[in-house]
């Protein structure tokens, strides 16, 4: 909060929206491997691609706490996180449910993938565009 207003920082708005995102897309994500995933005693497994599912976005949610009041960074994090969302959920119902396929349940491997690159370079970019403290003289 601003002090001696009732208004949140601007910054604040999008980087909220993003951890909604990522609330939502790791519930939807999760959802769907397990509406198609049935271990049938194969405890490792399940335990294996329920994290690996998850993965990107707790690495979105690192994102999203990396931005420490930049502006332009968490319309960054919310657009990763709403493109991963909608893209993610589109390859795994696509491949499930729509063109159903024997290796369909690969999915869970490479849409997971994709989505670490995504956040592991966003996540360099505000690592490396944080700001510094001037140097001594």
Do not use: E
């Not at 909060?1 to 909220?16: A, E, F, H, N, Y």
């Not at 119902?93 to 592991?120: E, K, M, R």
């Amino acid at each position: 909060m601003v002090p001696g207003t009732d208004k949140q920082p601007l910054w604040t708005r999008p980087l909220r929206l993003a951890q909604l995102v990522v609330a939502a897309g790791v519930l939807s994500h999760l959802a769907l491997l397990l509406s198609d995933f049935h271990p049938a005693g194969k405890m490792v497994f399940a335990l294996f691609f329920v994290a690996w599912v998850a993965l990107p976005w707790v690495l979105v949610w690192g994102c999203a706490r990396l931005v420490r009041s930049r502006s332009a960074a968490t319309w960054w994090v919310l657009g990763l996180a709403a493109l991963y969302l909608v893209l993610g959920t589109w390859a795994y119902v696509d491949t499930l449910y729509i063109h159903p396929d024997p290796q369909g349940a690969l999915i869970f491997l490479f849409v997971p993938l994709l989505g670490v690159l995504a956040a592991l370079m966003l996540m360099a970019g505000l690592w490396l565009g944080r700001p510094r403290p001037p140097a001594p003289l």
